[in-house]
């Protein structure tokens, strides 16, 4: 299984990296990448295409990931939100069928999708 989490936010990606270098599991391959605007985004997911996508929405200051999510799930990638935006923003990914995984809880996700 192949996941790909894309964040701006580096500590973030780098707390992930130390979890599952350090207890890493026969199968699974995690890729984190951060990205700061949704062409790097694109290009990730195009470089590992993954099984299952982590996305954050805002990247950067200007850009957000909403078309890289939904092209993603339209090629039939598990795709989850990690925005912590507005309730707005989260009824756009629900609407297209990508649930809310808070970045606090995306290790737990992935070990929970990973043992199924």
Not at 13 to 32: C, E, I, M, T, Y
Request: glycine residues 6%; proline residues 4%.
């Amino acid at each position: 299984m192949t996941v790909l989490i894309f964040d701006d936010d580096e500590d973030f990606l780098g707390r992930l990296n130390s979890r599952f270098k350090a207890q890493p599991l026969r199968g699974l391959r995690v890729n984190s990448v951060w990205c700061n605007n949704a062409a790097k985004a694109q290009k990730a997911v195009e470089k590992y295409n993954p099984d299952i996508l982590f996305a954050d929405h805002m990247l950067g200051l200007r850009e957000n990931a909403f078309e890289v999510a939904k092209k993603a799930a339209e090629n039939g990638i598990h795709v989850f939100t990690t925005s912590g935006a507005s309730p707005k923003v989260l009824e756009m990914y629900a609407n297209l069928g990508i649930p809310h995984v808070p970045k606090s809880q995306v290790a737990d996700k992935i070990l929970e999708l990973f043992e199924k």
